[in-house]
């Protein structure tokens, strides 16, 4: 992994939709979609990236986190 100090490595975290998307900005759906969400109760396991953390920080309203 590419700017990490050696022997460091990701953390992964799965991500769960608890919430609906209706009557979310756009903005937010569009959110959802690129972390692979999209029903309540869909999950993806994603690496815990500074982007993704800050993707997940948008619509935290909208999904539980779990490290895994």
Sequence with gaps: TVGL???TTMSK?????????I???K???DTLKALGL??????AEVEGTPQIRGMVAKVNHLVSVKEA
């Design 5 to 7: 100090p050696a022997g």
């Design 27 to 29: 903005r937010q759906k």
């Design 38 to 43: 999209g029903r309540i109760g869909k999950s």
């Design 13 to 21: 975290l799965t991500i769960t939709q608890v919430h609906s998307q």
């Design 23 to 25: 009557k979310c900005p």
